[in-house]
């Protein structure tokens, strides 16, 4: 127990990159205190001093704002990041190197004895406010976005965003040069990650793609129509200088900051 408790100080420092020194974080750190009682408090637990235990975990509730009961199984390495709202349920199980931030409810789904807790594998990270609820897996190093209510099994590695929580499918090689001619443009989406598109994002990106094949119809058309004896015009479209559109994209980013 106290080698998990050393592991769960230790991987504060790979995580927060806020956090200065051991004597802060066993001081200032709501989470390590939280898991700190939990370990102690599930011992107990399991030692058969339910009682005890229940009455701890609820004074750790009260100075940390995190609940946790004493009966659920949690890994090595556990973080969880601010805390503030985090419950996590007697039969919720979580593996190693699991991170939560705060507002996350591990939550079951039903009043009937038994597993109704969620299970999660090795490297999860679950976003602020997010829900998981029900005896669901949620497999090895997978995502879960913030505010997202989670209700079925999510394989591993992948990401879930939304209400109900769905799976984001991966960004496809071919949508690099996409994104790469948006961020020339001007357009950045800040704070999305390629497995975790947002709406506005998605709209965008399919007006490029769009204009982008607009284009290319309307050369092939003025060629055609040359073969055949017309007298076309050239084709008058703005350049796209990219240097010019980079420097405009820099002093964009720096205006908005």
Known sequence: MWEQIREDVRCVFDRDPAARNVFEVLTTYPGVHAIIWHRINHWLWQHNLKWLARWLSTFARWITGIEIHPGAHIGRRFFIDHGMGVVIGETAEIGDDVTLYHGVTLGGTSWQPGKRHPTLGDGVVVGAGAKILGPIEVGENARIGANAVVVRPVPAGETVVGVPGHLVKRAKAEQAQKRKRAEQLGFDAYGITPDLPDPVENAIYSLLEH????????EELTEVVRQLGGDVGPVQLPELDDAELDKKS????????
């Open 250 to 257: 820099d002093e964009t980013r720096r205006n908005s900051e």
């Open 211 to 218: 204009i982008h094949a607009q284009d290319r119809k309307l």
